[in-house]
């Protein structure tokens, strides 16, 4: 049997986690998964029937509703709905639910880059490959505010930061798979790297470990 590859990436909102898994689905020829996507979805579900987010069986639905091949970025990219997923994201059901079809999707060869906050820890503990991607809030929410005024949006620093800090807290502060590295996990600190120095690292990182498994 041909042995399917995964890369597993987790990190706090910001960090550089997306852009950095798409660079390496690109260079390595995996399939890419933005897992948080699948999240934005279900609380984005809620929000339109204008549900509150805890709503567990109205959540769960959604859940199971999510197709991971037909997620739209270009609607469920806005900051917004992040805070609104990590609420979302709280529930165990819900988790279950999104890990399952996430597990689903990493089986198919070649394999994939998935990028998330339980990647390592939950959805692909065997990954090949572990990488905690983390920066600074502060440097995450220049990131942001950066993204929003690139697209002609307007937004205010210390308000992102706050959010910024305020996901943090719930996505590491919850009891159901909370935001950690795992045991395994290279850890890349992109707080003064910019993303093509990223790449590189995380590129360093993964030849090595190739290499040594070719060798034995
Ligand atoms: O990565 P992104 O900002 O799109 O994720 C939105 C929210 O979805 C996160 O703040 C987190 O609460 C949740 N999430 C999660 N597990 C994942 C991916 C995202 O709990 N694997």
Redesign the pocket.
């Known amino acids: 049997m041909t042995h399917v590859f995964t890369i597993a990436i ?1 990190g ?3 960090a550089g ?2 852009t950095l898994a798409r660079r390496l689905a690109d260079h390595y020829r995996l399939n890419l998964l ?7 979805a279900v ?1 984005y579900a809620l929000l339109q029937l204008g549900l509150p987010l805890d709503n567990v069986s109205a959540a769960e639905t959604a859940a199971r509703q999510v197709d991971l091949a037909k997620l739209d970025r270009s609607v ?2 806005a900051h917004a ?3 609104a ?6 529930i165990p059901t819900v ?1 279950r639910i ?2 399952e079809k ?1 597990r689903e999707f990493a089986k198919a060869p070649p394999g994939a880059v ?6 390592g820890t ?2 692909c503990p065997d990954a090949d490959i572990k990488l905690y991607v983390t920066a600074s809030a502060e440097v995450r929410a220049k990131r942001r505010l950066d993204e929003i005024e690139s697209i002609g949006g307007t937004a205010n620093f210390d308000e992102i930061l706050a959010d910024i800090v305020r ?1 943090d807290e ?2 590491m502060g ?1 009891a159901s ?1 909370p ?1 950690k590295p795992a045991a395994d996990a290279h850890l890349l600190d992109t707080s003064e790297m910019a993303i093509e120095a990223a790449f590189l690292a995380a590129k360093t990182i993964i030849d090595d470990v190739l290499a040594k498994r070719n060798k034995a």
């Open positions: 987790d706090p909102a910001g986690k997306g933005d897992t948080g996507l699948a999240y934005r609380a469920l990219s709905i992040g805070e997923a990590s609420k979302v994201a709280v988790r999104l890990v996430q998935l990028d998330g906050r339980d990647i939950v959805v996901r719930r996505d919850r798979s935001l």
